[in-house]
């Protein structure tokens, strides 16, 4: 079974940066497109961005476009997200996902694998 677990939330201020981290376990990591969506309380999950088997290809909501930047370590079965110039809105519950489609990840914001999700508050 594949099992995604994220770290790195948090709380910090307005203007500062976090790091996600999503470690993916059970299945082949490489063949998995990855995600990072959002959810606050009485509102539907967004998509923040994905990148592709390889890591050569990102794709990015316009929310966030210049600030964050997802990336991954196939040796390490990794994927993180970097989020920098922290905003109030960003505050989120933050959930990484996997699966074998790209497009069903990013159109679609489906996937076969959550993980449990990391809280970040950004505070003004």
């Known amino acids: 079974q594949v099992q995604l677990v994220e770290s790195g939330g948090g709380s910090v201020q307005a203007g500062g940066s976090l790091r996600l981290s999503c470690a993916v376990s059970?299945?082949?990591?490489?063949?998995?497109?990855m995600g990072w969506f959002r959810q606050t309380p009485g509102k539907e999950r967004d998509f923040v961005g994905g990148?592709?088997?390889?890591?050569?290809?990102?794709y990015y909501a316009d929310s966030i476009k210049g600030r964050f930047t997802i990336f991954r370590n196939n040796a390490e079965n990794t994927v993180y997200l970097q989020m920098d110039s922290l905003k109030p809105e960003d505050t989120a519950l933050y959930y990484c996902?996997?699966?074998?489609?790209?497009?069903?990840?990013?159109?679609?914001?489906?996937?076969?694998?959550w993980g449990q999700g990391t809280q970040v508050t950004v505070s003004a």
């Open positions: 996902a996997a699966d074998h489609s790209g497009s069903r990840l990013r159109v679609s914001h489906d996937a076969d694998y």
């Open positions: 059970g299945g082949t990591f490489k063949d998995y497109f």
């Open positions: 990148v592709s088997w390889s890591g050569a290809s990102t």
